[in-house]
């Protein structure tokens, strides 16, 4: 089976501070992705990583995938209150298509 | 493009009945379709995958003759939960792949509808 595993879980900041989010996985999907879902919506993907040492930056956020393509990173600079949600990584299996997520990062960022 | 909606977003039943929810894609034709189930504060738990013309795939521990899905159309995707009870209260979401010829993807990726909370009391 495998698993993704998100750190931290929960995590609440004062605007204008930075934080990361992390995503590790037991093994290698075929490409990584990030969703933020607010309350009583659905989730929105945000990226999607596929190359080892690949990087994409999204506004403010930087999104960073490891060498080895187990690993997985979201880089906040400046949190505004806007980024408030549940950020999900998920892996995605090239054999049936489905999307393995992890426990998910639930950030509060305070005015 | 690569639109997911759902029927109902919200609904409250009597335990016992039955509910049906629907997901269409709107600009798309999508062969394959998921469900997800997410608990407050939860991550989303893959409950099945749906198979347009064919018999939807359960993931471990999903009851197929309590949640029913129906893919009759390339666009529509149903979940009937049937016999509700309260500890099927839950937020339903659903997915699905447009083709990559489309134009709205690269990577196989899943596009979400916005999801339908469902209350049984």
């Known amino acids: 089976t495998q698993l993704l595993e998100q750190s931290p879980q929960f995590l609440s900041i004062q605007e204008g501070e930075n934080l990361t989010v992390y995503c590790n996985s037991s093994s290698v999907f075929s490409s990584l992705q990030w969703y933020r879902q607010e309350p009583g919506e659905g989730p929105v993907l945000l990226v999607t990583?596929?190359?080892?040492?690949e990087v994409k930056k999204l506004k403010r956020l930087t999104f960073q995938f490891g060498d080895a393509r187990k690993d997985s990173s979201l880089h906040i600079t400046a949190a505004q209150p806007g980024d408030t949600g549940l950020y999900l990584c998920a892996g995605l299996s090239a054999s049936n298509y489905k999307l393995t997520f992890g426990k998910g990062t639930l950030l509060t960022v305070n005015p | 493009g690569a639109v997911v909606s759902q029927h109902p977003s919200w609904v409250i039943c009597k335990s016992g009945t039955s509910v049906k929810i629907e997901c269409r894609s709107l600009d798309f034709q999508a062969t394959t379709m998921f469900w997800y189930r997410q608990f407050p504060k939860q991550s989303l738990m893959l409950m099945a995958t749906s198979n347009e013309g064919s018999k939807a795939t359960y993931e471990q521990g999903v009851e197929k003759d309590k949640f029913l899905i129906n893919h009759a159309s390339l666009t529509l995707s149903t979940l009937t939960v049937t016999s509700a009870h309260p500890e099927d209260s839950s937020f339903y979401i659903c997915?699905?792949?447009?083709?990559?010829?489309?134009?709205?993807?690269?990577?196989?990726?899943?596009?979400f509808g916005p999801g339908t909370r469902l209350t049984v009391l």
């Open positions: 997915s699905a792949i447009p083709p990559r010829a489309g134009g709205f993807s690269s990577y196989n990726e899943q596009f």
């Open positions: 990583v596929v190359t080892g040492g």
